[in-house]
């Protein structure tokens, strides 16, 4: 530290280092009302300097530094556990509210395969009732249904495992080709198609066809939407330590990318009247 003090007699500077004083004394001049030199004034000041130097700061001023440090540290520490905390709330939220797509979508999806199954004891029925009609037929369709309702899966949520949904979908596909075979085959059968009750049923199941294709493309495109979440930066980060796994998805069924082929019988023109 420097201390510098200005007298009529001159101008010094001290400098303290170590408990030892050094003094510089410039342009001294004899005081015109004493005989001795400002020198002597100089030095007392520098050694009362050197005292204070020596004082001992108290042990309060110390702690209460160290109080404040960490109050800074604690107060930057919490602010930044609310920030992720926050962060983490949100994604969960997020989280939940795409997986409760996916279950509604799936549950609607059970809803339309559980309403075909419900038809079609009643058209087998009505198609028992027609005279020599083909008795394999109407078997291969009851041991169809029973091996759909066989497939147990869980109803109240959407499958991950992708084993369990390819043996679902299995199942009722098997059961969707037995239907038509079933329908195909009561074209030849004019009282059936007479039958008001057949007619009926088969309106119906068409129709529930319809909704569990249109079921199925919602479920997966509410499963594509959840997934890409979970898969997503930073969600995949914490989404598996939550509970929330990828949902798998409906396929195709096999040959459904291939176009149909049509033929046409080739007609030979006719002679025209001479």
């Given at each position: 530290?420097?201390a510098?003090?200005?007298?009529?007699?001159?101008?010094?500077?001290?400098w303290?280092?170590?408990?030892?004083?050094?003094?510089?004394?410039?342009?001294?001049?004899?005081?015109?009302?004493c005989?001795?030199?400002?020198?002597?004034?100089?030095?007392?000041?520098?050694?009362?300097?050197?005292?204070?130097?020596?004082?001992?700061?108290?042990?309060?001023?110390?702690?209460?530094r160290?109080?404040?440090?960490?109050?800074?540290?604690?107060?930057?520490?919490?602010?930044?556990?609310?920030?992720?905390?926050?962060?983490?709330?949100?994604?969960?939220?997020?989280?939940?509210?795409?997986?409760?797509?996916?279950?509604?979508?799936?549950?609607?999806?059970?809803?339309?395969?559980?309403?075909?199954?419900?038809?079609?004891?009643?058209?087998?029925?009505?198609?028992?009732?027609?005279?020599?009609?083909?008795?394999?037929?109407?078997?291969?369709?009851i041991?169809?249904?029973?091996?759909?309702?066989?497939?147990?899966?869980?109803?109240?949520?959407?499958?991950?495992?992708?084993?369990?949904?390819?043996?679902?979908?299995?199942?009722?596909?098997?059961?969707?080709?037995?239907?038509?075979?079933?329908?195909?085959?009561?074209?030849?059968?004019?009282?059936?198609?007479?039958?008001?009750?057949?007619?009926?049923?088969?309106?119906?199941?068409?129709?529930?066809?319809?909704r569990?294709?249109?079921?199925?493309?919602?479920?997966?495109t509410?499963?594509?939407?959840?997934?890409?979440?979970?898969?997503?930066?930073?969600?995949?980060?914490?989404?598996?330590?939550?509970?929330?796994?990828?949902?798998?998805?409906?396929?195709?069924?096999?040959?459904?990318?291939?176009?149909?082929?049509v033929?046409?019988?080739?007609?030979?023109?006719?002679?025209?009247?001479?």
């Open positions: 530290m420097v510098a003090v200005d007298r009529p007699c001159g101008s010094f500077s001290i303290a280092s170590r408990g030892a004083v050094r003094v510089a004394l410039a342009g001294l001049q004899k005081c015109a009302n005989d001795s030199f400002s020198q002597l004034a100089s030095v007392a000041v520098a050694k009362s300097h050197r005292n204070r130097l020596r004082t001992r700061r108290p042990l309060s001023e110390f702690m209460n160290n109080v404040a440090i960490g109050c800074g540290c604690l107060a930057v520490l919490v602010l930044v556990v609310v920030v992720f905390g926050s962060f983490i709330i949100g994604g969960y939220n997020r989280l939940v509210q795409a997986q409760a797509s996916v279950d509604a979508a799936w549950a609607n999806v059970q809803t339309q395969y559980q309403r075909r199954a419900d038809l079609i004891p009643n058209l087998v029925n009505t198609v028992q009732g027609a005279a020599n009609f083909e008795k394999s037929t109407l078997t291969e369709v041991n169809a249904r029973a091996n759909a309702t066989k497939v147990t899966v869980d109803m109240s949520k959407a499958p991950s495992d992708p084993e369990a949904i390819k043996r679902f979908q299995q199942a009722q596909d098997s059961l969707s080709s037995s239907l038509g075979r079933l329908l195909a085959v009561s074209e030849r059968y004019p009282e059936l198609k007479a039958n008001t009750n057949f007619r009926d049923l088969q309106a119906q199941l068409e129709g529930t066809e319809n569990i294709a249109v079921a199925r493309r919602d479920f997966n509410a499963a594509q939407a959840y997934n890409v979440l979970v898969k997503s930066f930073p969600t995949v980060l914490y989404a598996g330590l939550l509970g929330f796994t990828p949902k798998a998805y409906f396929t195709s069924a096999a040959g459904a990318e291939n176009a149909p082929t033929s046409f019988p080739s007609f030979s023109p006719s002679a025209t009247p001479k």
